[in-house]
């Protein structure tokens, strides 16, 4: 199943792509966002990045307008300094690709049962989701699992993996998934969010460093924006939200950015109905004052 990109219409109006615009994709995914502006805009440039290398491989779309990069957004200045790319607008899209969730057997999904690795590029990245597990103490796990997840119960379920992995390593998505469901009460397994979803979510933030890589990649994505280029961002967790909300205000209070509407864009209920992912994408934009002095 490819990744169905959200919120097309408003991240085209909210870029204000003009004639011969260059846009920076950072997060091209299957390259949805990309390929709905290279149709619709004839003469505009788009230099596409993407992290992991087997989405990035799989990306068979190929055009003249458009450069490809197997890279992180985190080294945006330097990618956009090699390729003599100076943007008028860049898209971050953080949600993680259906990809990912359904084909890449890297155990991003309790729904199956892969190996616990959670790496966007295992090529690069060391550390996996099993490291984390059966190697980091009860006390890391629970304020992982607590601040990155916002998981309630983290205190039991930190506890219960330390109880298990002293039985054997836990590698196997459902084995987590079964320490999870002794570790929380009955009523917290009938809610319409899976009782699996927090501890993933924060194990995967966690590996990847995807909250201190945002942050990196705003702060870059700006700084390489012209004047009057616009940054348009899609998040999908409160977290990441609230980490791109502390970066535009830091930088508009600086002079550097202002915000081109204060209010949060969200999916139309329509979208929402339609693709169920939708539903928590929020849409943030920025639009370049002046360079830093």
């Not at 205190?155 to 469901?181: F, G, Y």
Request: hydrophobic share 40%; aromatic share 8%.
């Amino acid at each position: 199943m490819r990744h169905v990109p959200v919120l097309v219409k408003e991240v085209i109006e909210y870029l204000d792509i003009k004639k011969g615009s260059k846009i920076i994709d950072a997060t091209l995914d299957g390259g949805g966002h990309t390929l709905k502006i290279l149709e619709k805009f004839p003469d505009v440039q788009i230099l596409g990045i993407e992290f992991d290398p087997v989405l990035f491989k799989s990306l068979q779309f190929d055009n003249g307008r458009l450069i490809k990069v197997n890279d992180s957004y985190v080294n945006l200045k330097k990618i956009a300094q090699e390729n003599k790319f100076e943007p008028d607008g860049i898209l971050f899209d953080l949600g993680l690709s259906s990809w990912h969730y359904e084909e890449s057997g890297r155990g991003f999904s309790f729904k199956g049962n892969e190996m616990l690795d959670m790496r966007f590029n295992p090529e690069i990245q060391k550390e996996s989701a099993i490291d984390v597990i059966n190697k980091y103490s009860e006390g890391d796990l629970r304020e992982l699992i607590s601040s990155l997840g916002e998981e309630q119960f983290a205190v039991n379920i930190a506890k219960n993996i330390v109880r298990a992995r002293k039985v054997k390593a836990i590698v196997m998505t459902q084995e987590l998934v079964d320490v999870i469901s002794q570790s929380v009460p009955e009523w917290y397994k009938h809610r319409k969010i899976n009782f699996a979803t927090k501890t993933f979510q924060a194990l995967r933030v966690a590996v990847n460093d995807e909250l201190g890589n945002v942050k990196k990649g705003m702060e870059s994505a700006i700084e390489i924006l012209k004047p009057g280029g616009r940054l348009v961002v899609i998040s999908f967790q409160g977290l990441e939200d609230k980490v791109v909300k502390e970066v535009f205000k830091e930088k508009v209070k600086d002079g550097i950015v202002r915000f081109v509407t204060k209010r949060t864009i969200k999916p139309s209920w329509e979208e929402q109905r339609n693709n169920l992912r939708a539903r928590s994408a929020k849409m943030k934009i920025v639009e370049k004052i002046k360079n830093k002095v």
